[in-house]
């Protein structure tokens, strides 16, 4: 575990409020998850159009003994 000191007190107690965290840890820990989701989910986004999902399934290996 690192231990970090963080001078942003004003920051810190309004996002309190406003997420509704009880502890400088569960803030920080939510902040950072929603962070990471938000970056992840603009990287799907910017992949869109750019994957090519034309799949034939009864050409894939094993699937020749499969039955729809």
Do not use: Y
């Amino acid at each position: 575990m690192t231990r970090t000191t963080l001078d942003i007190p004003e920051l810190i107690a309004e996002a309190m409020v406003l997420t509704g965290s009880k502890t400088k840890n569960q803030l920080i820990k939510e902040v950072l998850e929603a962070h990471i989701k938000r970056i992840r989910r603009k990287r799907l986004v910017a992949l869109k159009g750019t994957l090519d999902f034309d799949i034939d399934l009864d050409t894939l290996p094993g699937r020749e003994d499969v039955k729809v």
